[in-house]
């Protein structure tokens, strides 16, 4: 079984963020394709547009969270990373960190975040 890459939830939130934009734009130029049909361009257009949006918005909501989260020093690198819930990881060389003392030693999973139903 291979093993799940995890890294630093800012970082992954970001990512999605900046893929939106990526998608926005590859939506946009799908119109061309679509010229003779005034509709379908402005569909395009307009599919893309609230791509852009919505990656404007991911990423308005993630520098908010990005401000309340808990700056640590990495005990790896040495780098003042941030920590967005129970676990998490280093932004910088994804060395698991946790603020619960009681995770301490114990296997990285991002289920210690959730709260147990």
Known sequence: MAKKKYSNKIN???SFALALIFIGFVVMYGAIFFRES???VLIFITLGLLCI????VVYGWI???STRAVQVV?????????????????????????LDPNLEGKEFDEAYNHPKK
Do not use: A, F, W
């Open 12 to 14: 992954k939130i970001r």
């Open 38 to 40: 005034q509709l379908l």
């Open 63 to 65: 520098g908010l969270l």
């Open 74 to 98: 990495c005990p790896n690198c040495g780098k003042h990373t941030k920590v967005l819930g129970r676990v998490d990881m280093c932004m910088y060389c994804n060395e698991p960190l946790t």
């Open 53 to 56: 949006i919505g990656s404007t």
